[in-house]
C-alpha cells in the first residue's frame, strides 16, 4: 500500500521537470486546498504563498491559478500576508504574463473576504511594475460599491500601456453603472479616440450602462461629441463593432437624419443581428418603424434558419416597454403563426408587456 504523501512533499514537487509529476503535484495541492480541513487547508495555502515568492519559482502562474479556483474563502488573518505575496509575485513577472490576470482574480476574492485590504490594492494601481498595475485594474471591477473611491485612479490608469489600460478599461465597464456622471464620458471619450479591441470594449460597456439605465427608468447620460465616431463604427468591417455602434446609435438621442438613414441602410445589413438591432434601434427612435417591423418578422418567421430567429429575439429581448409596445401587434402576428421555440418566446415577450 503506497504512503499518502504530505502537502509539504506535494509542495517540493513544484520544482521538478517532470511535467507529469508536477500536474500530480498541482492535483493534491488542489485538492488541500479545498479539504474539509480547515488546518489542512491553511498549512497548504501557506507553502504556497511561500513557493509563490521563491526566487526562482518556475510555477507562479499555476499557484496563482489554484489559489484562485480552489482557496475560498480565503481566511482573512491570511489575507495581508496573500496580499504581499501575490503582489511580490507580479512584480517579478511580464505585464502579459498568462497569470496576472489569475492574480486579478485572487486580488478581488483576497478583497472581498478581507475588506481591510482595499488600500494595499489602491496603493498597487500606481505600482511602478505594470503587472501589478494590470493586476490591480482588473481586480477592481470585481469589487462592486467598494471600488468606488478607486474610480479616479482606475480613470488615469486609461492612459497607462496596454495591457493595463485594457484591465482598466474593462474593470469600468463593470463599475460604470455606480457613478454614470464619472464613468460615462471616459467611456464616450475611448469610444472616440481608441480603436479595435479597446473601442470594442467601450462600445460594449457604453451599451450595457445605457440598457441598464433604460431599464430602471433612470435618466440617461448625456453622450457628447459621440455621433460621428459612432457612424464610423456602423461602418466597419467588422460585424462586432457595428453590432455595438448600432446599437448605441439607437440609445443615443435624438437622432439626426444622418443616423437615421444610417439605422435604415443597416437593415440590409449582412450580418441578421445587426439588421435586427438596427430595427430596434429604429423603433427606438420611431422612424421607419414599419420597414424595421418587418425585418424583424421575417427574421422570426424564417423557418428554418434559427439564427435569423436569434438575432430577432436576441434583439428584442430587455428592450425597455414603450419601444416593445411599438412591436405588440407584429409580435401577436407571429406568435399566431409561428410555433414551438419561436412562439414560446414570443408570448414571453408578450407577457412582458403585460406584467
Not at 439605422?263 to 422612424?287: E, F, I, K
Request: glycine share 6%.
Amino acid at each position: 500500500m503506497s504512503r499518502v504523501r504530505t502537502v509539504d512533499e506535494w509542495v517540493s514537487w513544484l520544482s521538478t521537470s517532470d511535467d507529469e509529476a508536477l500536474e500530480l503535484a498541482l492535483e493534491a495541492l488542489g485538492d488541500a486546498l479545498g479539504a474539509p480541513d480547515e488546518a489542512l487547508r491553511e498549512r497548504t495555502a501557506q507553502l504556497l504563498l511561500e513557493e509563490l515568492v521563491r526566487p526562482g519559482s518556475r510555477v507562479q502562474a499555476p499557484i496563482l491559478s489554484l489559489l484562485q479556483v480552489a482557496w475560498w474563502p480565503p481566511p482573512e488573518h491570511l489575507a495581508a500576508r496573500a496580499m504581499d505575496a501575490v503582489l511580490a509575485a507580479l512584480a517579478r513577472m511580464a505585464v502579459e504574463a498568462p497569470g496576472v490576470e489569475e492574480a486579478a482574480l485572487l486580488l478581488a476574492s483576497l478583497c472581498r473576504a478581507a475588506p481591510g485590504q482595499l488600500p494595499t490594492l489602491e496603493a498597487a494601481l500606481s505600482h511602478a511594475h505594470p503587472a501589478v498595475r494590470r493586476a490591480a485594474a482588473g481586480a477592481t471591477g470585481g469589487l462592486g460599491d467598494a471600488a468606488l473611491s478607486m474610480l479616479p485612479q482606475l480613470l488615469a490608469r486609461l492612459a497607462d500601456e496596454e495591457p493595463v489600460a485594457g484591465a482598466a478599461l474593462e474593470s469600468l465597464g463593470a463599475l460604470a453603472l455606480l457613478a454614470p456622471d464619472l464613468t460615462t464620458p471616459a467611456l464616450v471619450e475611448q469610444v472616440r479616440k481608441a480603436d479595435g479591441a479597446r473601442q470594442y470594449l467601450a462600445l460594449v460597456s457604453l451599451r450595457g450602462l445605457l440598457e441598464e439605465v433604460r431599464r430602471q427608468g433612470r435618466s440617461a447620460p448625456v453622450l457628447r461629441d459621440l455621433e460621428p465616431a459612432l457612424l464610423r463604427a456602423a461602418d466597419d468591417v467588422q460585424s462586432t463593432l457595428r453590432l455595438e455602434a448600432v446599437s448605441l446609435l439607437g440609445m443615443a438621442g435624438p437622432a439626426s437624419s444622418g443616423v437615421l438613414d444610417v439605422l435604415r441602410r443597416h437593415l440590409q445589413d449582412s450580418n441578421p443581428d445587426v439588421a435586427a438591432v438596427a430595427a430596434v434601434a429604429l423603433l427606438r427612435h420611431a422612424a421607419f418603424s414599419q420597414e424595421a417591423l418587418s425585418v424583424l418578422e421575417g427574421q422570426l418567421c424564417s423557418g428554418d434558419e434559427p439564427e435569423l430567429q436569434g438575432a430577432a429575439l436576441g434583439a428584442l429581448e430587455g428592450v425597455e416597454h414603450d419601444t416593445l409596445t411599438r412591436a405588440k401587434a407584429m409580435l401577436e402576428s407571429v406568435a399566431r403563426s409561428q410555433t414551438g421555440a419561436t412562439r414560446s418566446a414570443v408570448r414571453e415577450l408578450l407577457e412582458a408587456l403585460e406584467g
